[in-house]
């Protein structure tokens, strides 16, 4: 009898043994996402931004998992986004290109939308990002005689609402979540800021080198503008 219990206990012991490692594999999940390089910068101050046009970076995006810890190369498995596309896109396949448009500082995401283990079951339902820094210099100075200073403009927010500003003549836009853009433009160029609201935001007004309620600037000089939305 003693024997026969031994035998049943035994096989209990292995079932939740077998069970556990089972368990600690479907349980795999990712925790975090690294992208390489952390920073790029395109450009100098001595360059016009439109030279810079077409620069390109290859990334990669790193997945740290649990149960069991690794670490994996995740570059085509993740949903890649530029928070200003029109200074630096990124393709499907982590390629960050500078558009010769705007210049600045951007943030490009690397996005896992359902976090599930490699056997396709899902796991916290979390979303994982990680995100790199992409600087594009604005030309502020010239060498040799050629060229002339290309002032910049910085766009600000304040208040506590959300929206966007679209900048003519390039179409260049910035959201209240990007906090501070800037973009350059040739001396004397004419520039128009548009504001607008998002959700149940309203638009308040603008301060520093506009004021009131609309925009419009005769660039000839680094200049800072700060729109409030509420």
Not at 91 to 105: D, E, F, H, R, Y
Request: glycine share 12%.
């Amino acid at each position: 009898m003693s024997r026969k219990w031994f035998s049943i206990v035994t096989l209990i012991i292995s079932a939740i043994a077998l069970l556990s490692v089972a368990s600690c594999g479907d349980k795999q999940e990712l925790v975090s996402i690294t992208i390489q390089p952390a920073v790029e910068t395109f450009g100098a101050s001595n360059i016009p931004v439109i030279d810079d046009a077409g620069a390109n970076v290859q990334l990669r995006a790193l997945g740290t998992y649990v149960h069991p810890p690794v670490t994996k190369d995740i570059t085509d498995q993740v949903t890649w986004a530029s928070n200003t596309p029109a200074m630096v896109t990124v393709n499907s396949t982590g390629l960050i290109t500078v558009t010769g448009g705007p210049c600045g500082g951007t943030l490009i995401s690397a996005t896992v939308q359902t976090n599930a283990d490699a056997g396709g079951l899902s796991a916290s339902g979390a979303i994982v990002t990680g995100y790199m820094t992409a600087n594009v210099v604005c030309f502020t100075s010239s060498t040799g005689g050629g060229g002339g200073v290309e002032p910049t403009l910085t766009l600000n927010f304040a208040g506590t609402g959300t929206g966007i500003v679209t900048v003519a003549p390039s179409g260049f836009s910035c959201a209240t979540t990007d906090v501070t853009c800037v973009t350059s433009f040739p001396s004397g160029t004419t520039v128009t800021l548009t504001a607008t609201p998002v959700g149940t935001s309203v638009f308040g007004s603008w301060s520093g080198g506009c004021t009131g309620s609309a925009c419009t600037i005769l660039l000839q000089s680094n200049t800072a503008v700060t729109a409030t939305f509420n």
